[in-house]
């Protein structure tokens, strides 16, 4: 008889491999500040080579990490898809959480009350379960989230950023949590039931917009993202490059910028990103696309709360 899996957390770990996985070990376990030993973590592979997948069967069994698609290899590349693997192991296997925590092997807590600290909001808000699709933390100590809906978000010094400068930083530092576009999915929770419930899986994002995506989606739905800047996470590119891993969109071909980027721009009508100097007029021609939605709301003049947000006409 197997063993019950349990966990005393409302939330699990996934982390989405290819041919990377002792990252895990070498990077985020190595320099995480918070110890992962408690909390119940899958991973799902995108098919990685013979090699790595003996490698990923020794990494996954010292480290008690579930591997969750071992049988079907495939279904890890297209990224939305993850997340129902991960959901569907949860409810196969009778596990009550609401939250699936997605983690790049290249990210990791930079204070060693994350996970305390995470408890405690979630606990405080219970009716995020209702509300809340997507939620993030503080990246690379000034980076809350991403957006483009906002004019003054696409200039400097925010280059499509909700993030902290030397006039504002101190507001965005002090609530508890805030709404904004897009999560830095670097490291996201995704609520299980809502992500059930009203996302269309799109396996067209391979790697790139995959969780700007779901995030839309999730404000088409009136469903809101936040972000929680007192929750610190780092995202290691170089720590990666050191340890001789290349980026994604450089080790294999599962990332395709273009391809991906025109599937956003034909389902939310306009190319995504700072990067786009006509993105104002896209947006504004496609206005009511958007019309009774979230994304027609404003997000400015600093951090909103969700009653701070639904007070607006």
């Known amino acids: 008889m197997s063993k019950k899996i349990s966990t005393t957390k409302n939330y699990c770990i996934l982390f989405s491999t290819k041919n990377d996985i002792e990252l895990i070990e070498n990077l985020l376990f190595e320099k995480s500040a918070a110890n992962f030993n408690d909390i119940l973590m899958l991973n799902v592979d995108a098919n990685s080579n013979k090699k ?32 129902k693997l991960a959901d569907d192991w949860l409810t196969n296997n009778n596990i009550d959480v609401d939250w ?23 606990e405080k808000y219970s009716s995020f379960k209702e509300t809340v699709g997507m939620f993030g933390f503080r990246v690379q100590g000034s980076k809350f989230g991403r957006g483009c809906l906002l004019q003054e978000i696409l200039d400097q010094p925010y280059e499509g950023w909700y993030k902290a ?29 809502l992500f059930r419930k ?9 790697l790139n917009l995959w969780g700007d995506d779901v995030a839309y989606q999730f404000m088409a739905k009136g469903i809101y993202n936040i972000i929680l800047p007192h929750l610190h996470v780092h995202h290691d590119i170089n720590g990666k490059k050191q340890l001789e891993y ?9 990332y395709s910028t273009d391809k991906e980027h025109k599937i956003f721009r034909d389902k939310w009508k306009f190319w995504w990103g700072v990067r786009n100097k006509n993105l104002r007029q896209e947006f504004n021609e496609a206005w ?15 951090p909103k709360t969700i009653a701070d947000i639904e007070k607006l006409d």
């Open 52 to 83: 790595q997948l003996a490698i990923s069967d020794k990494v996954c069994k010292k480290n008690n990490i579930h591997w969750i698609n071992k049988e079907d290899l495939i279904s890890g590349i297209p990224m939305q898809n993850n997340i």
């Open 100 to 122: 699936i925590l997605h983690f790049d092997t290249d990210c990791y807590p930079t204070i060693e009350n994350f996970w305390e600290k995470l408890d405690y909001y979630l």
């Open 288 to 302: 009511e696309f958007y019309s009774g939605t979230i994304q027609e709301k404003s997000m400015s003049d600093g």
């Open 198 to 206: 009203h996302i269309d899986i799109d396996n067209n994002y391979n």
């Open 246 to 254: 290349q980026e994604s969109f450089e080790s294999h071909d599962l």
């Open 165 to 193: 400068d030397s006039i504002t930083q101190l507001e965005y530092e002090k609530p508890d949590y805030f709404v904004a576009e897009v999560p830095n999915w670097c490291a996201a929770g995704i609520n299980r039931e």
